[in-house]
């Protein structure tokens, strides 16, 4: 492992020598969540004998998990006040670049408390920044999909208003999104035209000189943490684990070879959701048609509101508020890509079938309260483009998911009664082959 990291720092001198800095000037730390992880960084440089005076690498903490999130502040106070980093920060131009996590922090505390959790620290980054004069750069780690931070991303930006700094836009494209939205040179055009539009229109027609107010931000956080504690309670289902395994194509994400990194994290063939990562985890839950990391907990976050009497405060909020708005518009097209049906007749399993009716509940709470909150009668009917663009990917996505359920459904029932079947590997090669096609046909569909 540390020859790997010696020889990754060795390869960034190398590429600037023959590409200048801008050939490889950044060391992203993943799951950053302490100050000792980011000087450790810089001591591996001068180690690798960098010298200080011309250490042209801008080191960049990405905060992932919710606790991160929520500390990321306090680890930037900290570091700014460290007068070897301070120096460091000053031969760089006093810019910082700070990268947020929104697929880890999705899988971490679901929907919800995730986006809230980066627009706080957005929020708090953004005001220590300014206090110790540093320029903070957010280099956002979004996926295709509104659980991973895609969805309407250009109206995500659009919505930030003054209080959080935006004087550049910079986010992952992943490579799943990379052809579909910058393959030709229409969509290309079209989609840095709306990122481009998203900066200036928050500049010159955000109407809010303060994006939320003080109580409009407790009314979120409120809200935030009971879709978490409901998610939460998910999470710590003791069949949850077994459930992602067994029902979903989970465990063949790593054959299908369609992820930028491992399925997993460490060696350990025992399945950990901590050190599951974040691309198969929210792939899982779309090949079920579930997508539990784009809706659950806010049905029962909504409902909790109504009982404590500020439904109505919430539904102010949802017609004057960008934010807020395209916070649960992005939740309502995960929840359009939804088909309980493919998998409804896991509700009477007897392992599984609680699990499913939890999640299959929460699914039907989610949409009868967003409704009532959006006036709408349908979800997405305010987006009928995009509502015929799943509808269409949809009628090419079901029967591969019907076939892979198929062979899911078989594995399982020759694991469960330890049958040494020669059909089983045939089984295996037609889960993986059918998740090729399904994440082709329904690109973004999560």
Same mark, same amino acid.
């Given at each position: 492992?540390?020859?790997?990291?010696?020889?990754?720092?060795?390869?960034?001198?190398?590429?600037?020598?023959?590409?200048?800095? /801008?050939?490889?000037?950044?060391?992203?730390?993943?799951?950053?969540?302490?100050?000792?992880?980011?000087?450790?960084?810089?001591?591996?440089?001068?180690?690798?004998?960098?010298?200080?005076?011309?250490? #042209?690498?801008?080191?960049?903490?990405?905060?992932?998990?919710?606790?991160?999130?929520?500390?990321?502040?306090?680890?930037?106070?900290?570091?700014?006040?460290?007068?070897?980093? /301070?120096?460091?920060?000053?031969?760089?131009?006093?810019?910082?670049?700070?990268?947020?996590? +929104?697929? =880890?922090?999705?899988? =971490?505390?679901?929907?919800?408390? !995730?986006?809230?959790?980066?627009?706080?620290?957005?929020?708090?980054?953004? !005001?220590?920044?300014?206090?110790?004069?540093?320029?903070?750069?957010?280099? =956002?780690?979004?996926?295709?999909?509104?659980?991973?931070?895609?969805?309407?991303?250009?109206?995500?930006?659009?919505?930030?208003? %003054?209080?959080?700094?935006?004087?550049?836009?910079?986010?992952?494209? %992943?490579?799943?999104?990379?052809?579909?939205?910058?393959?030709?040179?229409? /969509? $290309?055009?079209?989609?840095?035209?709306?990122?481009?539009?998203?900066?200036?229109?928050?500049?010159?027609?955000?109407?809010?000189?303060?994006?939320?107010?003080?109580?409009?931000?407790?009314?979120? %956080?409120?809200?935030?943490? !009971?879709?978490?504690?409901?998610?939460? #309670?998910?999470?710590?289902?003791?069949?949850?684990?077994?459930?992602?395994?067994?029902?979903?194509?989970?465990?063949?994400? #790593?054959?299908?070879?369609?992820?930028?990194?491992? $399925?997993?994290?460490?060696?350990?063939?025992?399945?950990?959701?901590?050190?599951?990562?974040?691309?198969?985890?929210?792939? $899982?839950?779309?090949?079920?048609?579930?997508?539990?990391?784009?809706?659950?907990?806010?049905?029962? /976050?909504?409902?909790?509101?109504?009982?404590?009497?500020?439904?109505?405060?919430?539904?102010?909020?949802?017609?004057?508020?960008?934010?807020?708005?395209?916070?649960?518009?992005?939740?309502?097209?995960?929840?359009?890509?939804?088909? +309980?049906?493919?998998?409804? +007749?896991?509700?009477?399993?007897?392992?599984?079938?609680?699990?499913?009716?939890?999640?299959?509940?929460?699914?039907?709470?989610?949409?009868?309260?967003?409704?009532?909150?959006?006036?709408?009668?349908?979800?997405?009917?305010?987006?009928?483009?995009? %509502?015929?663009?799943?509808?269409?990917?949809?009628?090419?996505?079901?029967?591969?998911?019907?076939?892979?359920?198929? !062979?899911?459904?078989?594995?399982?029932?020759?694991?469960?009664?330890?049958?040494?079947?020669?059909?089983?590997?045939? +089984?295996?090669?037609?889960?993986?082959?059918?998740?090729?096609?399904?994440?082709?046909?329904?690109?973004?569909? $999560?």
């Amino acid at each position: 492992m540390h020859t790997d990291i010696f020889a990754s720092i060795r390869a960034i001198k190398d590429i600037q020598q023959f590409n200048g800095e /801008a050939g490889c000037n950044r060391y992203i730390i993943s799951q950053c969540n302490s100050v000792l992880n980011v000087m450790e960084v810089y001591g591996l440089f001068l180690l690798n004998g960098w010298q200080k005076e011309n250490m #042209s690498i801008d080191i960049v903490p990405l905060f992932e998990t919710i606790d991160d999130l929520q500390k990321a502040s306090e680890v930037m106070k900290t570091l700014y006040s460290n007068e070897v980093y /301070a120096a460091h920060l000053n031969r760089r131009n006093n810019s910082q670049t700070i990268m947020l996590g +929104f697929s =880890d922090g999705t899988k =971490d505390g679901g929907y919800l408390m !995730a986006n809230w959790s980066i627009y706080k620290a957005k929020e708090e980054l953004t !005001a220590i920044s300014k206090l110790y004069n540093v320029e903070v750069i957010f280099f =956002d780690g979004r996926g295709g999909p509104p659980s991973r931070g895609g969805g309407k991303t250009h109206k995500f930006y659009a919505s930030m208003g %003054q209080n959080i700094s935006n004087e550049e836009i910079q986010l992952t494209v %992943q490579g799943q999104t990379v052809s579909s939205n910058f393959g030709t040179v229409d /969509a $290309a055009q079209y989609n840095i035209e709306q990122l481009l539009h998203a900066g200036i229109s928050n500049d010159l027609f955000n109407s809010r000189e303060i994006t939320l107010e003080e109580e409009e931000e407790d009314l979120l %956080q409120q809200l935030a943490d !009971a879709s978490y504690k409901k998610y939460i #309670s998910l999470k710590e289902h003791p069949y949850f684990a077994d459930y992602l395994s067994q029902v979903s194509p989970l465990k063949f994400y #790593s054959q299908t070879n369609i992820g930028s990194r491992p $399925a997993k994290r460490g060696g350990d063939s025992k399945l950990s959701l901590k050190d599951l990562r974040a691309i198969p985890y929210v792939g $899982a839950w779309a090949q079920l048609k579930q997508n539990v990391t784009g809706y659950f907990g806010v049905g029962t /976050a909504l409902m909790q509101m109504e009982k404590e009497g500020k439904f109505q405060q919430l539904k102010t909020l949802y017609h004057s508020s960008l934010f807020f708005k395209t916070l649960l518009d992005n939740s309502e097209m995960a929840m359009k890509k939804c088909f +309980f049906p493919l998998t409804e +007749f896991l509700s009477k399993d007897e392992k599984y079938g609680e699990i499913w009716n939890i999640i299959h509940a929460e699914y039907i709470l989610t949409r009868q309260y967003m409704l009532k909150l959006s006036d709408k009668t349908d979800l997405m009917s305010d987006y009928p483009v995009e %509502q015929l663009s799943i509808n269409m990917r949809e009628r090419i996505v079901l029967p591969l998911l019907t076939i892979q359920q198929f !062979a899911i459904g078989n594995i399982r029932e020759i694991e469960d009664n330890l049958v040494n079947s020669p059909l089983k590997p045939t +089984f295996e090669k037609l889960v993986v082959r059918s998740s090729f096609g399904i994440i082709n046909a329904g690109r973004n569909s $999560a």
